[in-house]
């Protein structure tokens, strides 16, 4: 079992930057493929990033490219995502979910442990 904890929510005001952080327990970190979802009020749950093991391979989606940036720390065990340039539209609960496998993932159905959420509201 993986245990997995986000922080660093809040509202901001559009335009602004937030870092939400990922704390990992349970296993051994870097055996796992680390991605941050979301969803907003209303609609499914989408994909927003994701970073292989060692950290040296990232992917994001078309709606954050350039704003947002996923990294991790496995001496620490946590994953983070800097979100820079926000939008209201990013207004969401963000989620953490660790992978074991050797790929990154962008579908969340392939991810095998989730945290609870953390929300993320931008105001205009």
């Known amino acids: 079992q993986v245990q997995l904890v986000e922080s660093g929510g809040g509202l901001v005001q559009a335009g602004g930057s937030l870092r939400l952080s990922c704390l990992a327990s349970g296993r051994t970190f870097s055996n796992y493929i680390m991605g941050w979802f979301r969803q907003a009020p209303g609609k499914e749950r989408e994909f927003v990033a994701t970073?292989?093991?060692?950290?040296?391979?990232?992917y994001y989606a078309d709606s954050v490219e350039g704003r947002f940036t996923i990294s991790r720390d496995n001496d620490k065990n946590t994953v983070y995502l800097q979100m820079n340039s926000l939008k209201p539209e990013d207004t969401a609960v963000y989620y953490c979910?660790?992978?074991?496998?050797?790929?990154?993932?962008?579908?969340?159905?392939?991810?095998?442990?989730w945290g609870q959420g953390t929300q993320v509201t931008v105001s205009s």
């Open positions: 970073i292989n093991r060692s950290g040296g391979s990232t």
């Open positions: 979910a660790a992978r074991a496998g050797v790929f990154i993932e962008t579908t969340g159905d392939r991810y095998n442990y």
